[in-house]
């Protein structure tokens, strides 16, 4: 038996074992009392500077961590197929975060790309997968991916987008629909590749898969440690079988673990302290309990339902520092935009939550989330590639310069948060053919360039070494 | 002492004191105050607070539900009352069945579009997640509720959302449950397509839309649905 299958095994035996606790005690008692009186107890609370969404305050991180790295310990995970806690020992997190591997190389042969734990202000490139599960129509899935991965410079991970239908016929989430696509959406993404000249570029998961069933359709066609299944865990420091499913899937196909658990402001962790605080607790635990090679986890604020409010950005830099300054975790930060394409809206959002995330010490990010991934076909590969330039040409800033940007930026978009444009679709915007921009998107974006550039933002480290619409 | 009452059965909302709002309720009942006055003026105005706490960033989930948990037990305590005053809080706001449709799991959006509508006036029974069409049909029978509310997430579960509706049509149920579509990738023009009685793009939204449907008095099912929609900017 490996390592791994051990410690999956004594994770699943605990979800039978452990502490009875029910959702609903869990998400309305255990999870807001235990959290507030860990941000009381290290002095945590109120500490949210909305005015500086950019925390540059390394002891401020450090006490989160501490804090985090507790409250870990003292709460665990609730499984809430059997309702009982996973808890874990300390030697057990411990081993996670001497022995956990600091890098880790995906994809194959030319298209292998390789992922470390980055600190803050680390001048390392982070990596960045491409796009989130945004549903795009069916005719349309091979030539968009083509493009999103059609700069090596800019998008190292393929990740999605979503399918809308298999064959024609609609998905159902949990039926033989949803397994069939799941194999689907894997020679569709190969086709795309090889199109675009990059057949071992890395994959993660199946996109469009929303149970089980979906990932477990396509993971006999991504299997090897190149490709990475993907395990999301319900809000707030929850797990299910539905999530071990998908690690004993990476196990049989010798699969990378990415898993991840959300924090929500507003939610059951309450404010933007509490939502950091759990959010480094969920990093710590889902590394442990389910064995991640990397985690995906991130702070979002349901009043806006996204996370480039000044809330929300704020707890990202200090929870991401948090764990950045004190391990060598790997973790994927997600940037949630709702502007959506061909919109300056999404422009400033990505710009100043992918400048948050790599100055605070993400290793990769998953993106683009236009529109806030809600309408169909609202995808276009112009999003992902201005992601890429943007959380690569911002490593080695400080956190002060990019502090400073963001409350310059910040004002451009904020009162717009809460009724963002939905933009175009693709085929309104951009030229799946000439695999270019509309005249109306390429100048949007040569305007917010510049003008972002005008500010500080040092985009010309990627621009001058890539063929971008000029 | 009418007014301390009242005070003090607010406050037992606003603490999500379920043991203290139910004890306040009965020394309502035992001080004379109507049922109808209690729940408005006492409970309800706890609630009141809850919600602009919560829409100010000021209080959270949890207490959203634990709240509406409260004014639960109270509707529960003085619901015998009320139906004497020939006054149900019910009939006047609504009853309502929501529940994630089939195959998801997610649960926030749903949860906190209940707990909004429990501090608005709303009798909720959140029948949880992963619920099969029929399942709403069947609790919305068995409560006597005239909202069913479905919420997804996946684009993948919202076939399912046509599915209560066309549940609903061929069980010859249509015009008896107002219907109410919401989550992440639900559009106005899926609520449309569907036939649904409403949407709203947020849980506030949700609300509002609900009160809008009850206060319309019309027959479900036979009008333009209220749409609160994404701006199209």
Redesign the interface.
Known sequence: MSLRTEKILRSLDRAYTGPVCSVKDWDTRVIPNTIMAKLKQYGLEKTCDTENPINCDDELADQFYKAGYELALEIGMLNVDTERIIKIEEDELLDTLRHKPAEITLGSGADSVVLKARKPEDPAFPLLAASLGIVVSEELYVPIVEGIVKYRELVDVLHGPSIATVYGRQIRSGTPYETLMGRYEIELRREALWRAGRPGMANTGVAGAVTQYGHLGGAASISGPGNVTMALCPVELKTNFSVFHRIMMAINYDMRIRAGGFSYIGGYAGPPEGAALANVAVDLLIATILDSDYTSSYVYDIHLLGNCGRKALWANSVAIQAVSRNTRLIRNKIVNETGGPCTDMFMYEAAVGLMNHCVSGASKTTQPRSAGGKFTDYLTPMECWWCGEVFKSCAGMTRQQANEIAKQVLPKYEEQLKNPPKGKSVQECFDLKEMRPSPEYQKLYLDVRKELMGLGMPLDKIYNNVALPR | MKEKILESLRDAIVDCDVDQAVKVARQALAAGIPALEAIQQGAGKGLDVIGAR??A?EA???EL??AGDAMKAVLDELGKALAEENRGLSAALGKVVIGTV???????GK??VAALLAVSGFEVYDIGI?VEPKAFVKKAEELGANIIGASTL????M??QQDVVQYLADSGLRSKYYYVVGG??V?AGWARKIKADGHGY?AADAVEVCKRLVKSGQTPGTFEPVIIE????
Do not use: E
């Open positions: 919560f829409s960033g959270y989930l949890p539900i634990l089939s195959g998801d799991i997610h649960d926030i949860n906190i992963d996946l684009t993948t579960s076939p399912y992440g990738p559009t947020t994404y701006h199209q900017g």
